[in-house]
């Protein structure tokens, strides 16, 4: 790509007043971005365009921080994302370029669900990897951390609401860097913003807008999950969905998307036949049971962690090594939480050393 391109470029994407729309739109009505720019002159809106010096100083920092930049013209820029007509006119990469030229499916669901929700975000996320998907998906906590987890060996991409060069939340800083090893971390924000509520809606249209399909696994209703499935829909991506426990308002939003007739994943056999037709499904091994590789950072006990854990259950009995590995704590630490709960009439405890909450909680 010749500097020149590169710079005229960058200076109409990041006009004042020039969103996504309207820089495509600029585009096709006068052919480049020098004649885009050209007219804003001769109309008396220079003051819009940034200058020389502000452009250079933002591709030197893109330089010294490893950042690199795509253009909606370059050859690497996503095929799927270019399609959409909000597409970014530039995205800010760090890690694996090329992982974004592959087949990738979207997976998404609620920061503070429950921990069957990650363990469900975990197998699938692992087991789409094995059949050449990558996954794409938000670097939030709950779901969005699961997923990525699940699939840093096949590559996964992480698409964040600030800069790349900004990890957010700081706990995924050991995550941020494992992604960029197989996967790559993007964003159409420049380096160096931090994220902001405005930022997010806008990361979820990039998140379906680079996937084939969407896999809400456990939302709410008015969560930013639905805001994804829900630009899914209009980018004609196809939608699934976790069924969960209709007492678990966490998962009322993605029983509502079932109920609208998104695709129904009881198992990954559900994505690949409609995603990935032609793989033959005899050659995916099934999953461990109690399959999960948690996180290797480490954890501070927090005061509330009684709290924490018993938010995590749902009536879905969750094996108590699943939670300690999801705490970093021991199984015996684990149990005496358990116990105290189970004392409280909280949680029920099965047969099989399983636990679930109670219908005592609300």
Not at 73 to 96: I, T, W
Not at 308 to 331: K, Q, V
Request: net charge negative; hydrophobic share 40%.
């Amino acid at each position: 790509m010749m500097e020149k391109q590169l710079i005229s470029w960058l200076k109409l994407a990041h006009s004042k007043n020039v969103g996504p729309v309207t820089f495509w739109q600029a585009i096709e009505r006068f052919g480049d971005c020098e004649a885009a720019l050209g007219w804003l002159k001769s109309n008396g809106r220079a003051e819009v365009i940034p200058t020389d010096r502000s452009i250079h100083h933002l591709i030197n920092e893109c330089h010294k921080k490893n950042v690199t930049l795509v253009i909606g013209e370059d050859p690497c820029y996503p095929a799927r994302l270019k399609e959409l007509r909000d597409a970014p006119a530039v995205l800010f990469v760090k890690g694996q370029v090329d992982r974004l030229q592959s087949e990738m499916v979207g997976i998404v669901g609620a920061r503070n669900c429950s921990f069957m929700a990650k363990k469900q975000a975990q197998i699938l996320a692992e087991n789409l990897g094995k059949v050449g998907l990558t996954i794409v998906s938000g670097l939030a906590r709950g779901v969005d951390r699961s997923a990525h987890l699940g699939s840093l060996e096949s590559g996964t991409v992480a698409v964040v609401a600030g800069g790349v060069d900004i990890i957010y939340p700081p706990e995924h800083e050991e995550l941020y860097h494992n992604i960029q090893q197989n996967g790559c971390i993007i964003s159409e924000m420049p380096i160096g913003m931090k994220p902001s509520s405005t930022h997010f809606p806008r990361r979820n249209r990039i998140i379906s807008g680079l996937s084939d399909g969407v896999i809400v696994v456990e939302a709410a209703m008015k969560s930013g999950s639905l805001i994804t499935a829900k630009y899914a829909l209009e980018q004609s991506r196809e939608v699934f969905a976790v069924p969960g426990t209709p007492q678990d308002p966490r998962c009322h939003g993605s029983n509502h998307l079932l109920k609208q007739g998104a695709h129904l994943v009881q198992t990954v056999e559900d994505i690949i036949r409609v995603l990935k037709p032609e793989f033959d499904l005899n050659t995916l091994a099934e999953p461990e049971a109690e399959s999960y590789v948690a996180s290797h950072r480490k954890f501070a006990i927090p005061a509330t962690l009684k709290e924490e854990i018993l938010l995590g259950l749902n009536y879905t009995p969750i094996d108590i090594n699943f939670i300690a590995e999801d705490f970093r704590l021991s199984t015996q630490e684990v149990m005496a939480i358990i116990l105290e709960l189970e004392l409280e009439g909280l949680i029920v405890r099965q047969a099989n050393g399983t636990v679930s909450i109670s219908n005592l909680v609300a």
